[in-house]
């Protein structure tokens, strides 16, 4: 797996949001009132690889930037700094290399489902012009060819074609998100970044949406980024797990592995915060203290003020994401110290 050439790589990314002083703040500088622009560290300094078939889970608290990366990984978020390379080939680079038409078609190849289908959706279109629209824009299929195409989609996410005349409040949260699943597959692409794609769904429907990507998985040979905060679905449907903290990457390892052995402190205390169905009685115990504000984030590792073994070097200093063994990689100096134990 190490040569394979990933389809979709960010390198060294950072994203940060900032905010000019409003028009109050401007006349208090007049006045000599310290009014300094804010700025969001949402991601800082992250690199990630998606191998072509594997499904990557990205898992971490809310407000940790994993939504977004995956946006920027979609490319609908501009990298602040680092690069975005796709098919092996640095997307900028690539995109100059490209006509016009040639671009908009490769950048296809990654799609985006998101955490509420609802509000993803046109509410004054109807169902056949969400799934269809794109592919006759695009050019991949003619007008006349589109409600075979719909219909088609339809059924192969368990909707009824006949309902493709409808409007998005006349179905379901979970049929929703069925129509949101076959409005990015209709472009054809290669990779899916599902941003908490079932988080809004009940659990009986989280199930079956989550059957139907790994279905669509081995039938279309599609790469998925899932992003999440829920472990139990991470775990069922990953070969691969990304943990996240305050805008970095922390941990990254097989799926397996990771929940079986977790070494980074974070990951420890994420998992250990996780249901477990098991007869016996159970302690819980929280990770302490408040995720920080991303507008000021600590120095060193940014998760050593909540760490129970932390150090001043933890404090001073900032972890590289090095490879332990095999495909796993850690950022903790524990864990260098300790050779990977």
Not at 255 to 270: I, V
Request: proline content about 6%.
């Amino acid at each position: 797996m190490e040569s394979v050439t990933p389809l979709l790589e960010l390198r060294a990314s950072s994203k940060r949001f900032v905010r000019k002083p409003d028009a109050a703040a401007k006349i208090a500088r007049l006045f000599g009132a310290q009014a300094p622009a804010r700025t969001v560290h949402a991601v800082d300094g992250v690199s990630l690889a998606v191998r072509p078939g594997e499904v990557v889970g990205l898992v971490g608290e809310s407000g940790c930037g994993k939504s977004t990366l995956g946006r920027m990984a979609a490319g609908l978020q501009a990298l602040s700094e680092g690069e975005r390379w796709w098919l092996g080939e640095d997307a900028e680079l690539r995109r100059r290399r490209l006509s016009a038409a040639e671009h908009r078609r490769d950048m296809l190849g990654v799609q985006m489902i998101f955490q509420d289908p609802y509000a993803s959706l046109n509410p004054r279109m109807r169902v056949r012009q969400i799934i269809g629209e794109a592919p006759v824009a695009h050019g991949l299929i003619d007008a006349k060819d589109q409600e075979e195409l719909v219909a088609a989609l339809m059924r192969k996410v368990g909707l009824d074609a006949g309902f493709m005349r409808r409007f998005p409040h006349q179905f379901s949260g979970g049929q929703r998100a069925r129509i949101g699943i076959a409005r990015a597959l209709a472009v054809q692409p290669r990779l899916l970044i599902c941003d908490e794609a079932v988080a809004a769904l009940d659990v009986s429907i989280q199930a079956q949406v989550i059957n139907l990507f790994m279905a669509l998985r081995e039938e279309l040979a599609l790469t998925y980024l899932f992003i999440s905060h829920d472990l139990g679905v991470v775990r069922h449907i990953s070969d691969r797990v990304v943990v996240m903290y305050l805008g970095r990457v922390v941990e990254s390892a097989g799926a397996d592995a990771l929940f079986e052995q977790p070494l980074h402190p974070y990951t420890e205390g994420l998992l250990s915060e996780a249901p477990k169905l098991e007869v016996r009685k159970k302690t819980f115990v929280a990770i302490r203290g408040e995720i920080p504000s991303p507008l000021n984030p600590p120095r060193g590792c940014h998760f050593h003020p909540r760490c129970p073994r932390s150090t001043r070097r933890c404090a001073e200093e900032v972890p590289a994401l090095a490879r332990v063994a095999g495909d796993r990689w850690v950022a903790c100096h524990l864990v260098d110290r300790a050779g990977g134990a």
